[in-house]
Nanobody, 117 residues
Framework: QVQLVESGGGLVQAGGSLRLSCAASGSVFKIDAMGWYRQTPGKQRELVAVITSGGSTNYAGSVKGRFTISRDNAKNTVYLQMNSLKPEDTAVYYC???????????WGQGTQVTVSS
């Protein structure tokens, strides 16, 4: 089992920055990829960024160039550095971890990010 705990959310003005953290515990050796998703009321959860165990990354077009996903393997932690924040970035941000074989997915509890105009 994998447990994920997000932190770092908060209120920031447009143009500001936040860094989200996702600390993994449990069977962390089984994780193949970790990512950040976000969700606003009335909308589906969308992928923001993902990083694989091999270090490759991918981003949603709406955040590319502004957000950076990274990891600290020693701390079993994934980060999302969010710069040049916009009001449309306001959402609950969720961390997830995926194991391919056997397939499993784990989710954190979410952390609120609010960007004011």
């Amino acid at each position: 089992q994998v447990q994920l705990v997000e932190s770092g959310g908060g209120l920031v003005q447009a143009g500001g920055s936040l860094r989200l953290s996702c600390a993994a515990s449990g069977s962390v050796f089984k994780i193949d990829a970790m990512g950040w998703y976000r969700q606003t009321p009335g909308k589906q959860r969308e992928l923001v960024a993902v990083i694989t165990s091999g270090g490759s990354t991918n981003y949603a077009g709406s955040v590319k160039g502004r957000f950076t996903i990274s990891r600290d393997n020693a701390k079993n932690t994934v980060y999302l550095q969010m710069n040049s924040l916009k009001p449309e970035d306001t959402a609950v941000y969720y961390c997830n971890a995926v194991t391919v074989l056997p397939y499993s997915v784990h989710w954190g509890q979410g952390t609120q990010v609010t960007v004011s105009s």
